[in-house]
């Protein structure tokens, strides 16, 4: 089953189950699947595009997150921190740190990196082996800290 799949039968059980904070959830991520296959001009998404637009929509709402704890709005950050973790049901097993480290060291191996001058390609590697498994900015910083 792919994601879009599975994203439709969520939303179906949502609905049944009157859920309607999950079932909000569920249509905002279907709407941005749908504009994405518009734009892509295809039937189906592959389920890499499918975690890509998942990963922008959590982004979106942890910069919300954010600016409702700084405006004082707990309860609206609250929300969107239940948004998150319903978005965070589609993405696929995270790296765990021992995992991301190894990869990033053998990445620099591979790739032949020598100083933090080659941080990009390094980045770029992982980034394309992790596909969707762990954050840009957790890369980046491991890689800086691992680059002599």
């Given at each position: ?43 189906t998404l592959p389920d890499a595009d499918v975690v890509v637009i998942v ?56 790739v032949g990196a020598s100083s933090k001058k ?31």
């Open positions: 089953m792919t994601l879009t799949e599975r994203v439709s039968q969520e939303l179906k059980a949502a609905m049944l189950a009157r859920d309607a904070e999950r079932l909000s959830t569920l249509r905002l991520l279907k709407s941005a699947l749908g504009y994405a296959q518009i734009e892509r001009k295809t039937e990963q922008k929509e959590i982004k979106k709402r942890r910069d919300a997150i954010e600016h409702y704890e700084k405006g004082g709005r707990s309860e609206s950050a609250a929300l969107e921190q239940r948004e998150v973790k319903v978005l965070e049901s589609f993405l696929p097993q995270p790296l765990t740190p021992e995992e991301l480290a190894q990869l990033v060291r053998d990445t620099i191996q591979e080659e941080m990009g390609l390094v980045i770029k590697a992982v980034q394309a082996k992790a596909a969707g498994r762990a954050d840009g900015k957790t890369i980046s910083a491991l890689v800086g800290k691992l680059l002599p």
